[in-house]
């Protein structure tokens, strides 16, 4: 089934002022007190271990650069950052960036990064990057709807950038761009074996290694684990709708969560001079289908999901005289096969289903991506970047078993004897492929001593629904020696999805071949204060305008509605000395409909993220992380009141894992077991007069994990 992205909002909006002065307050706390002096070189490199050394970011133009003058609003996140945060999935580090939260899908319970208020869909408006490689899917146009998590461990630091990113990036950059840089040999430096087990029966394994072979540096990674996930209860499904309808006693609710799985991850590096290869796995079996694909619970379907990814890449910095060049060459196979059972047995929907409703949807893909960069300095106070490439994507073949027909009317019994394969009559979709070729050019201007102006434009054809041309204008200021000021505009495109171009035999959801590309506009300011050494400051501004949404109307995917959008962000960095660290972040945000100028709904207006990281004698430390999220008003269609926002306290005790011998880690996350919803979108249609699931997607309470980690 398929979730109906809606923009309209409800009438009803609470606004916690309050609490959220409170907590503001607790965020705001660097920005109203003045550190008392600056810390010895020495104490900064110590510090930069336990806490994590943001200074550069290469998202916002390609090539490294402070983070205060990137062209851009961007955030990093370092391997020492994600230690302190306790974390054990890239979910939970993400959350700890300013304008950016994670909510669920309907899909196998998969993550949505709703940036700067946009939660539309199955979330292909925020582009995923490893090691700047998308890791699109051109089924869903998303990261794949059997997303399985995404380990931490061999993560050297991810980089965000929010907002427009198309002017670079391409496709999909339309809200945010995050990118996951995996450690190199230089940052493994040695051999590390590491184990954890927590709550839910979580159990994971992993090495690493990081030296070298001869010439060629080498870094590999492996690691295997296992989960039975949250089963948070689940107190009503859609069956229990259907029931009260048509008078069946079908439902499973109330029922637990599915959202078990075993995962391997693994990837190999080689670096040879200015070449290097990479090759990666990500398995993910006996994946749960969370609260069910229909959103009927369904405790007997389970998925896999598989992506294999290599890529060769060649780096050379001083090719010629001022010139530079890099170009890669990547291969992606990516397949999801599900056995589900859409509904349980006994469901009556046009007719009983004696073991349930059962679909088997199955489908590989295939991509292959060359491009090829250069960058000239040689001209006075000028940089300039062109680059140019091709992507092929294929959805190259598909299989679907079931035992229902077109109009949900069971085959026979419905029964598990009446399973057929309709593959070569009346499948979901049937394979289709799509070819991409792009250019792009950059120059980064210095116009005086303190003024910089970055300008952009990348133009993609498309083979399936045309071109589109996208700009980027960037003008940095350094206001004084530690105040720099940014003017930032750009557009940002996301084409549709094989999805929404061409599904078939679906009575709810139907493609259609004449989609365009949604489009955004983007306009911010941003101001960047390096208060003193130990005390950093930065805020933004913005506005934004996204057109031409794809969403479905009468059970056909249109190009209908806008959004506008603005919002403030703040974040702060505090070293009061040697042992204390307190960092946090502040967000707003206010999204509307312009249709029917109402909020647009399923996202919180207001969050705050504050961390304490305290150093403790005998080398252990001590973090602590504080994460607010207001109440998040419904679509407009919505009756139900505004979803009640919560407030999370994670807390980690650990020793360092960069010196040899024995490390450990002790976290507790959601340590007052708060009640954490997130929102199921409104999907009440004719056929369908209630919402699956009214009580919305109930995340995990309490957890405990225990890290032990030995390095050689």
Known sequence: MTETPQLAHSATRRHPRAA???????????????????????????????????????????????????????????????????ATDLDEVLESVPGLHVARSSQ??????????????????????????????????????????????????????????????GADAVAGVINIITKTAQDIDGTRLGARTGTFHTHDGWAQYGGQWGPIDVASYVRVGSTDGTNNLVEADAQTGFDRLLGTHASLAPGRLNTGRDVIDGQLDLNYENWRWRFGLRDRDNVGSAQGIASALDPRGSSRNQSLSSDLSYNNEHIAPDWAMSAQLSALHYSERSDLFLFPAGANLGGVFTDGMIGNPYKWERHHRLGATATYSGWLKHRVRFGLGMHSAELYKIRETRNMNIDFTPIGAGSLSDVIDVSDTWPFIRPHSRQVRYAYAQDEWQLVPDWTLTAGLRHDRYSDFGDTTNPRLALVWDAAYNLTAKFMAGSAFRPPSFTEMFAVNNPVANGNPNLKAEKTRTVEAALSWQASPAWQLGANVYHFRMDDIIQLVSFVYQNTGSLTGNGLELESAWTLNSAVRLSGNYSYQYTVDSATEHDAGNAPHHQIYARLDWRLPRNWSLHTQVNWVSDQTRVLADTRPALKGYNTIDVTLRTPSDKKGWGATFSVRNLLNADVRE??????????????????????????????????
């Open 20 to 86: 959220a002065a409170r907590l503001a307050c607790l965020a705001a706390l660097p920005w109203l007190l003045s550190p008392a002096s600056a810390l010895a070189g020495n104490e900064e490199e110590d510090l930069a271990q336990v806490f994590g050394d943001q200074a550069l970011v290469s998202i916002a133009t390609g090539a490294r650069q402070p983070l205060s003058r990137a062209p851009g609003v961007a955030s990093v996140i370092t391997a020492a950052d994600i230690e302190a945060m306790g």
């Open 108 to 169: 196998g319970y998969s993550p949505v990064y709703v940036v700067r208020g946009v939660n539309l869909g199955f979330n292909p408006q925020v582009l995923v990057l490893i090691n700047g490689i998308p890791l699109t899917t051109v089924y869903a146009g998303n990261r794949g709807n059997l997303w399985g998590g995404y380990p931490i461990e061999n993560i050297a630091r991810v980089e965000v950038l929010r907002g427009p990113g198309s002017a670079l990036y």
């Open 679 to 712: 929102p199921f979108a409104y999907d009440a249609t004719p056929g369908r007069p209630f919402i699956s699931l009214p009580n919305d997607y109930p995340m995990p309470g309490r957890s405990f994990y225990v890290q032990a980690s030995y390095r050689f």
